[in-house]
């Protein structure tokens, strides 16, 4: 006992100096083994455990408690073995060495002392022997650094999650997060360092919610590159993230969401997070929007996206009741929330027709209406997609077609069709074209809301769609008797399609469409009155000249009875 006091003060007088020799001798052996060109290999091996005992001999640099017995005994092991490491770099330089099977061996007994150093540094901080004042990482190296460098920044970060404290652990994770957002070599270096993807993922089950957060933020960031999403899932990521998301922060919880939509795009990984619970922690997150951000919420509609590819999963999610708390969410006041449920449950009742039922059961229908009325203040893009909800979830369903009528789904559409803004114009004629081809009733009830008039005024538009969406819809429509008789009623409709058929004028897409709907306007009588009494008649006889079929047929119908005396010609063929 009195030898070690005697010996404690005289070795911790003098641990920082010794400890700062070490620095510097394995800084200068790195550089000396850049020029030795025998046993490349071995020497590569020895140069990697010599920059990762720098990394962590730099890092206690900076601690309080640097001088103590285990470190004094350490440091003066390490300068033993890094005084033989420099006579065998000598040896090797000078190519002055007795047998190369001597010296293969003395390289790899100073690789194993060298991994004996590096655990002897882990453990001494591992037991708290250490206290860190503060955290300072090594300068960043610059943008045209090389990957030695880039390669020795990435170990000394390394070295710091290593043996650090939980600053120096939380800044090391820091100043990694930044710049593998500015530079990917950082991320194929630290990917490829043996044991740093394990660092990270172990992270994520630390009680430090600082630490946890970067941690799941690095490999989020990580999961973004394609190539190494394979490496996060080798390191047993997936359970580590549902734990995440199930008792983490709000923020580590985001960046766990993120990560698992990022791994889940391979349906691969869909039943591992289903094996540990990932299903319901996610239905979970979406059930509490009372106290749960919009974002977490929207991240966790994505992850949900990715897993319903697999029918087993999906049904999952139904017995557990996600049909009804989407729905809920789509009445939610965030928009953001509005258009990631509608897009889940788009992906959940594609090509099932038991889920469209559930969702329609669930009052989804009377959600994506309200979306739609114009009193709502909502964005065109949520009108868009609560629209293509509907013409999913509604598709072959006469029942919810009845519904929607019921709900006033014409009346919001009309009234786009009339007041709306042209990008809002668009989506209420998609709409109208949409709903006029689902049944016979409601083409009924379009004619009869007044739908005829406004299609009429589309078909001058400047865009080629709209008027070919227009003329679609207008031609649907007429198929029906009494819409057809209506149509006819305005004196102007009838004139308003002739002069659009000017041969010289009109654009030739959309002539075919025009004349079919004036073809079929030929089996009423009072259609037939008025267009031979128009003033464009001349434009279907031009059409009948130039060897348009339709026009040909039109004007040998109009020939062949009693208004043929009002004809400017008659026509044979």
């Not at 033989?84 to 099977?101: P, Q, T």
């Not at 919420?297 to 017995?319: T, Y």
């Not at 059961?361 to 909502?378: F, T, W, Y």
Request: aromatic share 6%.
């Amino acid at each position: 006992m009195g030898e070690e006091e005697n010996t404690s003060p005289n070795q911790s007088s003098t641990a920082k100096p010794r400890l700062n020799q070490a620095i510097v001798l394995i800084s200068s052996l790195i550089s000396l083994s850049h020029s030795i060109k025998v046993f490349t290999p071995r020497w590569q091996s020895v140069r990697n455990k010599l920059e990762e005992l720098f990394s962590n001999l730099t890092a206690i640099q900076n601690c309080e408690s640097s001088e103590n017995l285990s470190l004094s005994i350490a440091v003066e092991s390490i300068l033993a073995t890094l005084a033989s490491c420099d006579e065998l770099a000598r040896r090797c330089l000078e190519v002055s060495y007795n047998g190369k099977l001597r010296m293969q061996s003395d390289l790899d007994m100073l690789s194993a002392k060298l991994d004996s150093h590096i655990k002897s540094l882990s453990d001494i901080y591992a037991v708290g022997l250490l206290t860190q004042s503060y955290a300072i990482v090594v300068s960043r190296p610059s943008v045209s650094a090389s990957r030695d460098d880039i390669k020795f920044y990435v170990s000394d970060l390394f070295s710091r999650l290593k043996i650090g404290c939980s600053d120096m652990k939380k800044q090391a994770l820091v100043s990694f997060n930044e710049i593998i957002q500015e530079d990917d070599r950082y991320v194929k270096i630290a990917v490829e360092l043996d044991g740093f993807i394990n660092f990270l993922v172990n992270f994520l089950d630390l009680q430090e919610i600082e630490i946890q957060e970067e941690a799941a933020k690095s490999v989020s960031l990580i999961a973004g590159f394609q190539s190494h999403k394979s490496v996060l899932i080798s390191a047993g990521i997936i359970a580590p993230l549902i734990r995440v998301l199930e008792s983490g922060s709000e923020l580590g919880k985001e960046f766990a969401a993120r990560c698992l939509m990022k791994v889940t795009e391979n349906s691969d990984n869909a039943w591992s997070v289903s094996a540990h619970g990932g299903v319901t922690a996610l239905l979970k997150i979406c059930g509490n929007e009372t106290q749960i951000g919009s974002e977490l919420i929207v991240l966790a509609c994505g992850v949900l996206k990715n897993l319903v590819g697999v029918e087993e999963i999906k049904r999952f999610m139904v017995e557990e009741g996600a049909i009804s708390q989407l729905v809920e969410l789509v009445r939610s006041k965030d928009e953001l929330i509005q258009i990631c449920s509608l897009d889940l449950l788009q992906s959940m009742s594609y090509r099932d027709e038991s889920i469209r039922e559930t969702i329609i059961q669930e009052g989804g229908i009377r959600a994506l209406v309200r979306i739609l009325d114009p009193k709502s203040s909502v964005s065109t893009k949520t009108r868009e997609v609560a629209f293509r909800g509907i013409t999913s979830i509604c598709f072959s369903s006469e029942n919810s077609i009845t519904m929607l009528i019921n709900y006033a789904f014409m009346d919001h559409i009309l009234y786009f069709l009339r007041y709306g803004e042209i990008s809002v114009q668009e989506l209420a004629l998609k709409a109208s074209f949409w709903l006029c081809g689902t049944s016979e009733e409601a083409k009924k009830v379009m004619g009869d809301a007044g739908f005829m008039p406004v299609l009429v005024k589309f078909l001058d538009s400047k865009s080629f769609e709209i008027r070919e969406m227009a003329a679609e819809t207008l031609s649907n429509m007429l198929i029906v008797p009494k819409n057809r008789k209506k149509f006819v009623q305005n004196d102007q409709n009838v004139g308003v399609l002739l002069q659009m058929l000017d041969p010289e004028e009109m654009n030739s897409g959309n002539k075919k469409l025009l004349l079919s709907i004036l073809m079929s306007l030929t089996s009423s009588n009072s259609a037939r009155k008025k267009i031979v009494s128009s003033g464009y008649l001349k434009n279907i006889e031009k059409l009948a000249e130039a060897e348009v079929s339709d026009a040909k047929k039109i004007v040998r119908k109009l020939s062949s009875n009693r208004f043929s005396s009002m004809l400017s010609g008659l026509w044979h063929s």
